[in-house]
């Protein structure tokens, strides 16, 4: 599946109990996404918000961003993920620092706990939205909570991607179905496609994108 050919699945799929499932039962370091060093997002977050700000990672809550993040001090960080148990991994990691992180545990197309951000970073969340409501309602989401100016930087399975992750089906984006989806509020400002080594070696292609937001 690919980002012109998005079927309404999943209305009936329990997200929740998927994503427990998945961290309660392997390490951080064994999931296909895992990355030791988030070199690519820091050096985002240092070329598009390098004076600070409100920084919001979805699907962040085993991710080792949030560690890297606190260390620099620079921005107010927040992290959402559906998984309580993925969260737990990045507390446990931070110990007494965790408490300078915000911290949502909600599914990211239902949540209202969302405030006003600078900086949204979506690393492999968006592209398990098959259902066109869930991609309806998280994009409202995006444009409610990203301030004008503020950027939308989302790396999803390319268009030579995997069809599937962790069991589920995925849709597949190219730079151009991206600006489609999001429409004519978003400018494009920064793209890349990447190869992503998993931990048992397999290369997965990512498109890798960077929108500014330029009106509501």
């Known amino acids: 599946m690919n980002g012109s050919q998005m079927a309404d699945e999943g209305r009936d799929f329990d997200r929740v109990a ?11 370091t064994e999931v296909s996404w895992f990355e030791a060093e988030p070199t690519t997002s820091l050096d985002l977050i240092d070329r598009f918000l390098p004076q600070g700000g409100h920084i919001i990672d979805v699907g962040g809550g085993a991710s080792f961003l949030v560690d890297r993040l606190v260390a620099k001090g620079s921005w107010d960080v927040t992290i959402l993920d559906i998984a309580s148990s993925a969260m737990e991994h990045a507390r446990k990691r931070l110990g007494e620092n965790a408490w300078k992180v ?11 706990q969302l405030a ?60 151009d179905q991206l600006e489609n989806v999001l429409g004519r509020g978003f400018k494009l400002v920064s793209n890349a496609q990447f ?19 330029i009106e509501s």
């Open 116 to 175: 006003k951000y600078d900086f949204w970073h979506d690393r492999a969340v968006f592209h398990f939205l098959t259902n066109s409501d869930d991609r309806q309602a998280y994009l409202s989401r995006l444009n409610e909570s990203l301030v004008i100016g503020g950027y939308f930087v989302v790396a999803t399975f390319a268009p030579d991607g995997p069809e599937k992750c962790s069991g589920l089906p995925v849709c597949r984006y190219s730079f």
């Open 195 to 213: 190869g992503h080594v998993t931990p048992t070696g397999k290369t997965q292609q990512f498109t890798l994108a960077v929108f500014q937001k």
């Open 18 to 28: 998927h994503w427990e499932n998945v961290y309660s039962t392997k390490k951080t």
């Open 102 to 112: 915000h911290w949502i545990c909600d599914d990211i197309t239902k949540t209202t």
